[in-house]
């Protein structure tokens, strides 16, 4: 299975500011999502990091708030833009290497804004 | 409603208890997740399926298209086992959407 990478596992920000979350796989993979994870909830998916294009945004989650780059198959980027206190959440990528295949998870990026 | 329904929200058990957690979901999908979410935050993949049924150690996961149904087991339970498991589907595109997730406390 994929090992990866996710940097920061935590930050705490200052309200306004922006934070750059890196996603960083052992291996070549096709698919990359990321999620949040508010407290005391579940996740949900934020959008699927497709190489090489525009991030593809499930509702509720817009490029300006949350931009995504691709720049290969092994890394992919999380940008959560002028932070409120209602962005902490866990960050978490996820890769799997085809639709047939099981996701695996980074351990995640806890973040808190003042 | 939701389209992923876990039940029982929350699980205390007594080790070595035999450990069934239900999930219901509501949309088609291609397959259906079971995940370990431990208190770091840490999330595995215990078990991707589309029918039947398969085993790993203690964990025996199931699935009934028809009903809609899926069921985690964990067999001679152990305080290790106490994590948050969640249930998730996909579709076509592998893009999950999750159950809101059993807290599993087993007591040793």
């Known amino acids: 299975s994929a090992v990866i990478s996710q940097k920061p596992s935590r930050d705490i920000c200052q309200r306004g500011t922006s934070l750059t979350i890196q996603c960083q796989v052992d291996?070549?993979?096709?698919?990359m999502f990321w999620y949040r994870q508010q407290p005391g909830q579940s996740l949900t998916l934020i959008a699927t990091?497709?190489?090489?294009?525009?991030?593809?945004?499930e509702s509720g989650f817009v490029i300006d708030k949350f931009p995504i780059s691709r720049p290969n198959l092994t890394f992919s980027t999380l940008t959560v833009s002028n932070m409120s206190p209602e962005d902490s959440s866990i960050y978490l990528c996820?890769?799997?290497?085809?639709?047939?295949?099981?996701?695996?998870f980074g351990d995640g990026t806890r973040l808190s804004i003042l | 409603k939701n389209e992923v329904e876990q039940s029982p929200q929350n699980l205390t058990a007594q080790e070595g208890e035999f450990i069934t957690i239900n999930c219901s979901y509501s949309?088609?999908?291609?397959?259906l997740h079971w995940l370990q979410q431990h208190p770091g935050g840490g999330i595995v993949s215990l078990f991707m399926?589309?029918?039947g049924k398969k085993k790993h150690g203690r964990l025996i996961a199931t699935i009934n298209i028809q009903e809609k149904h899926s069921s985690l087991h964990i067999t001679a339970s152990h305080p290790r086992d106490s994590a948050v498991y969640i249930c998730?589907?996909?579709?076509?595109?592998?893009?999950?959407?999750f159950g809101a997730g059993t807290r599993l406390t087993v007591k040793p």
């Open positions: 291996s070549q993979v096709t698919m």
């Open positions: 996820s890769v799997a290497l085809n639709s047939n295949q099981p996701q695996h």
């Open positions: 399926l589309s029918s």
């Open positions: 949309v088609g999908i291609s397959a």
């Open positions: 990091a497709n190489q090489g294009s525009e991030a593809t945004y």
């Open positions: 998730a589907v996909s579709g076509n595109g592998n893009d999950m959407r």
